[in-house]
């Protein structure tokens, strides 16, 4: 009997969740919780994609160009 061919694997997306189960929860600090944790998921990856790309610039004299 022929194995049937592997699907590719779906792309699952990261996600965080965060809950307080402590018995009084404190919502003001598990927001700034999940504002940092947004903060590294989303925005952290594409600020360091732009500071590696500028370090790839080269500055010259009529503007940047790839070094």
């Known amino acids: ?3 049937k061919p592997s699907e590719p694997e779906a792309y699952v997306p990261p996600v965080h969740k965060m809950v307080d189960l402590s ?9 700034y919780l999940e504002v940092m944790e947004a903060y590294k998921l989303f ?9 590696n ?3 790839l610039l080269k500055i010259r004299s ?3 160009s790839l070094s």
């Open 62 to 64: 009529d503007g940047y």
């Open 1 to 3: 009997m022929a194995s």
């Open 23 to 31: 018995a009084f929860p404190d919502r003001e600090a598990m927001w």
């Open 53 to 55: 790309h500028k370090s």
């Open 43 to 51: 925005y952290e990856t594409l600020i360091d994609d732009f500071v």
